[in-house]
């Protein structure tokens, strides 16, 4: 049996050198034509105007509104529908079409680091969606540690966030870290679970006042 030359040797790690560094781009270029979810920046109040020129132009958009009334000095209280994260408007672009999005009218910049976008996971996007089919829906100081819960009944189920209390109303808050942003969504107390452990000496405080049908044994005092 003829053992390979050096020059033979030399050639095939060539090859594959080749090989791999085609392959290594082959994915990149894969990469950069993956759909993806991105939050777009935008100049105040222009979110819904870019939100439309991206329709036009058939760019999947997403822009969540919720529903707020407003009262003037003597004037009737108004209903009014304004994006539940202000300034931002997300879009489901490939990283090549970045250079497109960013020569639109009203768009600032796409949330990243540097000349790298950050993903807005799908399941974010999701639950943001589900949250707005409940129409129980608002904006919320953005949070990064507190009691987490998972909701486990209606449209929502599977969804996580951290658990507060608003009033006489429970409610969760998903937060999207991409854009430093949190929204609440008002749920029942018996649609509720924990996420992992939950120590007694963190769980909420109740009031007779504040139940909505008998509280979790784990939220209790």
């Known amino acids: ?6 020059d033979g040797e030399a050639l095939f790690e060539i090859v594959e050198r080749a090989t791999s560094i085609e ?25 819904k105007h870019v939100s439309e020129i991206l329709a036009q132009r058939q760019i999947e958009t997403f822009l969540p509104l919720y529903r707020t009334t407003r009262r003037w000095k003597k004037s009737r209280p108004v209903v009014l529908e304004l994006p539940l994260f202000p300034t931002y408007v997300f879009v489901r672009i490939a990283r090549e079409a970045r250079g497109a999005v960013l020569g639109m009218p009203g768009v600032l910049s796409i949330v990243g680091s540097g000349r790298e976008p950050w993903p807005v996971p799908d399941l974010d996007i999701e639950a943001i969606r589900l949250g707005l089919q409940t129409r129980k829906i608002e904006p919320h100081p953005y949070l990064t540690v507190g009691e987490r819960v998972r909701i486990k ?4 189920t599977g969804v ?7 009033k006489n109303d429970l409610r969760v808050v998903l937060t999207l870290d991409a854009i430093m942003r949190s929204v609440a ?34 939220a209790r005092t």
Request: proline share 8%; charged share 20%.
């Open 1 to 6: 049996m003829d053992l390979p030359s050096k």
């Open 23 to 47: 392959n290594y781009g082959a994915v990149c270029a894969s990469a950069d034509t993956v759909l993806r979810w991105f939050a777009l920046y935008t100049t105040p109040r222009h979110e």
């Open 153 to 156: 009944a209606g449209v929502m």
């Open 160 to 166: 996580e966030g951290v658990l507060i209390r608003k």
């Open 185 to 218: 969504v008002e749920v029942d107390a018996d649609d509720i679970e924990p996420v992992g452990t939950l120590a007694k000496s963190h769980a909420i405080p109740w009031t007779a006042q504040a139940e909505r049908g008998t509280p979790p044994a784990w």
